[in-house]
């Protein structure tokens, strides 16, 4: 397998326009995390899905972040206005959880600037 | 709350051992994770510990679990440069509906200098 695809993986934008960052997660995981990672914050989780459900969105900082899973191979976070402040590396990350363990695998990263 | 503590840096010389420490708060994380990122890459699991165990050794990596402190640490040995990376520690917690998320520290940046 290929392991996590995420594109693209640099993105510059202008303030105000919408940005689509994408994820396709190794083939039979069944569990998908967005994470966003900054050097002020460190690494955030932002949603996690589970059998293409959104299980847990608290960390999606505002209204304007959306994300959807439509089907097991494809993932997609997307911003709508930016903004500058949400420059940052966006990570996913997917797993299959076995008894309670779960090893999250992770793609490399969309760095995005908003300018 | 979930939250994971770690300190942001640490520098070493090449061929000393290096000590990683954590906090974490979920004391029913059934798993605790290290995992390494290296520059412009994503991270990458390096070793994990089974929340009833206190060590681990694995070649140069060791990992130590203090359940009651909750207090997770990774040693290196015998570091080298190629070790220079941020390394992550994380715990699993509960999600709604009873699901497993991994919640991660901000990370700790080695550097390794000879």
């Known amino acids: 397998d290929a392991g996590v695809i995420q594109s693209p993986r640099h993105e510059v934008t202008e303030m105000g326009q919408e940005v689509t960052l994408r994820c396709k997660p190794i083939?039979?995981?069944?569990?998908l995390f967005w994470y966003r990672q900054t050097m002020m914050r460190g690494l955030e989780l932002l949603i996690y899905?589970?059998?293409?459900?959104?299980?847990?969105d608290s960390g999606m900082p505002e209204d304007r972040f959306s994300a959807k899973m439509p089907n097991a191979s494809f993932s997609t976070l997307k911003i709508q206005p930016s903004e500058p402040r949400d420059s940052a590396v966006y990570f996913c990350?997917?797993?299959?959880?076995?008894?309670?363990?779960?090893?999250?695998?992770f793609g490399q990263g969309t760095r995005l600037t908003v300018v | 709350g979930e939250d994971v503590e770690q300190s942001l840096f640490l520098s070493v010389r090449e061929g000393d051992s290096s000590v990683i420490n954590c906090t974490y708060t979920?004391?029913?994380?059934?798993?605790l994770y290290w995992y390494k990122q290296e520059p412009g890459a994503g991270l990458q699991l390096l070793t994990y510990?089974?929340?009833?165990?206190d060590m681990k050794q694995d070649q140069r990596l060791t990992v130590l679990l203090n359940k009651k402190d909750k207090h997770l640490s990774l040693r290196i040995a015998d570091t080298q440069t190629g070790d220079s990376a941020i390394y992550f520690c994380?715990?699993?917690?509960?999600?709604?509906?009873?699901?497993?998320?991994?919640?991660f520290g901000a990370g700790t940046r080695l550097a390794v200098h000879p």
């Open positions: 083939s039979g995981h069944n569990s």
């Open positions: 994380a715990e699993i917690t509960r999600a709604s509906g009873g699901y497993n998320k991994l919640i």
């Open positions: 899905f589970n059998n293409n459900v959104p299980i847990d």
């Open positions: 979920d004391s029913s994380s059934t798993y």
């Open positions: 990350a997917s797993s299959l959880a076995r008894g309670g363990r779960t090893e999250a695998f």
């Open positions: 510990i089974f929340s009833n165990m």
